[in-house]
C-alpha cells in the first residue's frame, strides 16, 4: 500500500515526531511510506533517523499566505478563542474559513489524489481535522491519530482546540479511522461526541539489556519546561522533600520557555547544589542508568514516551494521576500515582520511595513486565491489521 502521513514538521524535537519516525520506518517494511509536512522549519537534520526508504516532502507553500487569508485567520483565531462566538454549529462556515482556508483544503486534496495514496494519516488533531474536511472529495481512506488527551484538546482553556470544538470534531467524524491513546479519550469520545474510535498505544523507542541498579540516590524528569510538564510544581516538591532528605539529588533533561522561570525557582529555594539542568540528549538511557527514580510531574498528557523509557529501563515513576498516565501505570505496581496537583502528596511520595529500595526493586520488575504492551512488533501487528482492513472494503 502506498501511506502519507501527514504531519507539521519531521525535522524537530518532540515526542510526536520520535513516535512517528518510529511507526513510519517499520511500517516501511510492508508498504509504501510518504511523509508530507505543511511548515518548513528550514531544519533538514534527521534527529530520529528515518529510514531512506521513506520519502519525506516538505511544502512551505501550504498554508495561504494570502493577506485576506492571514488577517482572517489572525483576527477571527483571536476573537473566537477568547469569545467562543463562532464555535456553534450555525457559525461553522466562519469556523471552517478561519482553520481551514479553502486554498489550503484545495492544495491537499490536489497532492493526495495526484499522489493517488491508498491511504492518508493526519498526525494530530489539526490535520486530522484538515484532513477530514477533505475526506469526501479524495480517493485514499483516512485516518486521525491524536497525540493528546481529550481533556488537554477540549478542555484546556486558551489550549489546543479550544473554542473550536465544533469543527474539530465535525471533521473527525467523517475520518475513516480516529486513533486515541486510551480507554479512557475513547470513552469520552463516545459519551461526548458519539465518536467512534480505536485505542493505539505509542510504543517504546528502544530496547535495553542493561537496566538502573535503582542504587544512586538520584531523581530523573525530563521534556520541555512548558505549563504542560510541571517543571514548577516538581522544584516546588522537591523543596519539600530537600526538607526531610538531604542526600537525594534531582536532574532535570530539557529545555523550553519557562527554564528561566525554574532555574529563578531553584535559586529561591537554595536548591542549586541539589539540582541540576541539562539540555536535550538523544542518549537518554545514559541518564536513566543512574537514576533510581523517575518524575513526571505534567498536568497532562498524550502517552508520554518518558514513561515508556523508564518502565524499558526497570526505573519506577512517581507521577500525578493524570488519565494517560494511569492508563499505562498501576499504582503501587509500576510506579506511585499521587492526587493531582497536590505537591505535599508528591513529595510524601518521593520520600517513601526514596527510603525504600526493596520497593523501588519490585516496582522496577513489575515495569519490565508492563513495558512488553508496548513492544513495536505488537503494535506494528495492529497498525497492519488496520491498514491492511482497508483493502478489504469499499
Given at each position: 500500500?502506498?501511506?502519507?502521513?501527514?504531519?507539521?514538521?519531521?525535522?524537530?524535537?518532540?515526542?510526536?515526531?520520535?513516535?512517528?519516525?518510529?511507526?513510519?520506518?517499520?511500517?516501511?517494511?510492508?508498504?509504501?511510506?510518504?511523509?508530507?509536512?505543511?511548515?518548513?522549519?528550514?531544519?533538514?537534520?534527521?534527529?530520529?533517523?528515518?529510514?531512506?526508504?521513506?520519502?519525506?516532502?516538505?511544502?512551505?507553500?501550504?498554508?495561504?499566505?494570502?493577506?485576506?487569508?492571514?488577517?482572517?485567520?489572525?483576527?477571527?483565531?483571536?476573537?473566537?478563542?477568547?469569545?467562543?462566538?463562532?464555535?456553534?454549529?450555525?457559525?461553522?462556515?466562519?469556523?471552517?474559513?478561519?482553520?481551514?482556508?479553502?486554498?489550503?483544503?484545495?492544495?491537499?486534496?490536489?497532492?493526495?489524489?495526484?499522489?493517488?495514496?491508498?491511504?492518508?494519516?493526519?498526525?494530530?488533531?489539526?490535520?486530522?481535522?484538515?484532513?477530514?474536511?477533505?475526506?469526501?472529495?479524495?480517493?485514499?481512506?483516512?485516518?486521525g491519530w491524536q497525540h493528546n488527551c481529550y481533556d488537554a484538546?477540549?478542555?484546556?482553556?486558551?489550549?489546543?482546540?479550544?473554542?473550536?470544538?465544533?469543527?474539530?470534531?465535525?471533521?473527525?467524524?467523517?475520518?475513516?479511522?480516529?486513533?486515541?491513546?486510551?480507554?479512557?479519550?475513547?470513552?469520552?469520545?463516545?459519551?461526548?461526541?458519539?465518536?467512534?474510535s480505536q485505542v493505539m498505544y505509542n510504543p517504546k523507542s528502544?530496547?535495553?539489556?542493561?537496566?538502573?541498579?535503582?542504587?544512586?540516590?538520584?531523581?530523573?524528569?525530563?521534556?520541555?519546561?512548558?505549563?504542560?510538564?510541571?517543571?514548577?510544581?516538581?522544584?516546588?516538591?522537591?523543596?519539600?522533600?530537600?526538607?526531610?532528605?538531604?542526600?537525594?539529588?534531582?536532574?532535570?533533561?530539557?529545555?523550553?520557555?519557562?527554564?528561566?522561570?525554574?532555574?529563578?525557582?531553584?535559586?529561591?529555594?537554595?536548591?542549586?547544589?541539589?539540582?541540576?539542568?541539562?539540555?536535550?540528549?538523544?542518549?537518554?538511557?545514559?541518564?536513566?542508568?543512574?537514576?533510581?527514580?523517575?518524575?513526571?510531574?505534567?498536568?497532562?498528557?498524550?502517552?508520554?514516551?518518558?514513561?515508556?523509557?523508564?518502565?524499558?529501563?526497570?526505573?519506577?515513576?512517581?507521577?500525578?494521576?493524570?488519565?494517560?498516565?494511569?492508563?499505562?501505570?498501576?499504582?503501587?505496581?509500576?510506579?506511585?500515582?499521587?492526587?493531582?496537583?497536590?505537591?505535599?502528596?508528591?513529595?510524601?511520595?518521593?520520600?517513601?520511595?526514596?527510603?525504600?529500595?526493596?520497593?523501588?526493586?519490585?516496582?522496577?520488575?513489575?515495569?519490565?513486565?508492563?513495558?512488553?504492551?508496548?513492544?513495536?512488533?505488537?503494535?506494528?501487528?495492529?497498525?497492519?491489521?488496520?491498514?491492511?482492513?482497508?483493502?478489504?472494503?469499499?
Open positions: 500500500m502506498k501511506i502519507c502521513f501527514m504531519t507539521n514538521n519531521i525535522y524537530s524535537i518532540g515526542g510526536v515526531q520520535r513516535v512517528l519516525c518510529t511507526i513510519a520506518n517499520q511500517l516501511s517494511n510492508y508498504h509504501e511510506i510518504h511523509i508530507f509536512c505543511t511548515i518548513d522549519r528550514g531544519i533538514k537534520k534527521e534527529i530520529y533517523k528515518i529510514n531512506k526508504d521513506i520519502k519525506v516532502i516538505v511544502d512551505k507553500d501550504f498554508y495561504d499566505k494570502s493577506l485576506y487569508s492571514k488577517i482572517l485567520c489572525k483576527v477571527g483565531r483571536v476573537i473566537n478563542n477568547s469569545t467562543g462566538i463562532f464555535n456553534k454549529e450555525k457559525w461553522y462556515k466562519i469556523l471552517k474559513k478561519i482553520y481551514c482556508p479553502e486554498v489550503t483544503l484545495q492544495r491537499l486534496k490536489n497532492y493526495i489524489n495526484s499522489n493517488e495514496y491508498d491511504v492518508v494519516i493526519g498526525v494530530e488533531g489539526l490535520n486530522s481535522m484538515l484532513l477530514g474536511a477533505i475526506a469526501d472529495e479524495i480517493n485514499a481512506k483516512t485516518i484538546y477540549f478542555n484546556m482553556k486558551n489550549k489546543y482546540y479550544w473554542n473550536h470544538d465544533v469543527i474539530l470534531k465535525k471533521h473527525i467524524s467523517k475520518l475513516d479511522r480516529y486513533l486515541v491513546l486510551s480507554n479512557d479519550d475513547k470513552e469520552k469520545y463516545i459519551k461526548n461526541d458519539n465518536i467512534n528502544f530496547e535495553s539489556k542493561e537496566k538502573s541498579k535503582l542504587n544512586n540516590k538520584l531523581f530523573l524528569a525530563a521534556g520541555r519546561f512548558t505549563e504542560q510538564k510541571g517543571f514548577d510544581l516538581l522544584i516546588e516538591a522537591f523543596n519539600i522533600f530537600s526538607m526531610k532528605d538531604n542526600s537525594w539529588n534531582l536532574v532535570i533533561v530539557g529545555s523550553g520557555e519557562e527554564e528561566k522561570m525554574i532555574r529563578k525557582r531553584i535559586l529561591k529555594y537554595g536548591l542549586e547544589d541539589r539540582v541540576n539542568i541539562n539540555r536535550y540528549t538523544d542518549d537518554i538511557k545514559k541518564y536513566f542508568l543512574n537514576a533510581s527514580i523517575l518524575l513526571l510531574p505534567s498536568r497532562w498528557e498524550g502517552l508520554p514516551m518518558i514513561l515508556l523509557e523508564s518502565l524499558e529501563m526497570g526505573v519506577p515513576i512517581i507521577s500525578y494521576n493524570i488519565s494517560s498516565v494511569k492508563q499505562v501505570i498501576h499504582n503501587g505496581i509500576e510506579g506511585i500515582l499521587v492526587e493531582p496537583f497536590n505537591i505535599d502528596k508528591f513529595a510524601e511520595a518521593m520520600y517513601r520511595l526514596a527510603n525504600d529500595e526493596m520497593l523501588r526493586v519490585t516496582m522496577a520488575r513489575g515495569g519490565e513486565e508492563r513495558i512488553k504492551d508496548f513492544n513495536i512488533d505488537a503494535i506494528i501487528v495492529k497498525w497492519n491489521e488496520i491498514l491492511n482492513g482497508f483493502a478489504f472494503k469499499e
